[in-house]
């Protein structure tokens, strides 16, 4: 399994918006892809004020293949649709991982 990680910082008085915006329009966009199998959304958890809140998006694919395929054909319209939204009131830093070991 590969693993498309997108963790955004998000000031505080655009939460709620940012999340209604996730789970009613991006999150779906991306699945509508057909590049992704699933999305998890997990709010961060710490006990330092950072001015604001963290969230991170998984998105899960089969393999490294599928997410290329999204990054070729997808991911540019999808992240200026976010900037274009919310500009610098969110800041986005993504990671991949893949899945060594399930227990």
């Given at each position: 399994m590969f693993i498309y990680n997108v963790t955004v910082h998000v000031e505080s008085s655009l939460e709620g918006k940012w999340l209604d915006w996730m789970r009613d329009e991006h999150i779906?966009?991306?699945l509508n892809t057909g590049k992704f199998t699933q999305a998890k959304l997990f709010k961060v958890v710490?006990?330092?004020?950072?001015?604001?809140?963290?969230?991170?998006?998984?998105?899960?694919?089969?393999?490294s293949k599928e997410y290329e395929q999204?990054?070729?054909e997808n991911a540019e319209s999808l992240r200026?649709?976010?900037?274009?939204?919310?500009?610098?009131?969110i800041l986005a830093f993504r990671t991949q991982l893949e899945e060594i070991l399930s227990l």
């Amino acid at each position: 399994m590969f693993i498309y990680n997108v963790t955004v910082h998000v000031e505080s008085s655009l939460e709620g918006k940012w999340l209604d915006w996730m789970r009613d329009e991006h999150i779906p966009a991306v699945l509508n892809t057909g590049k992704f199998t699933q999305a998890k959304l997990f709010k961060v958890v710490t006990n330092q004020d950072q001015g604001g809140v963290s969230y991170a998006t998984q998105y899960h694919c089969a393999s490294s293949k599928e997410y290329e395929q999204y990054l070729s054909e997808n991911a540019e319209s999808l992240r200026q649709e976010a900037q274009d939204r919310f500009g610098s009131s969110i800041l986005a830093f993504r990671t991949q991982l893949e899945e060594i070991l399930s227990l």
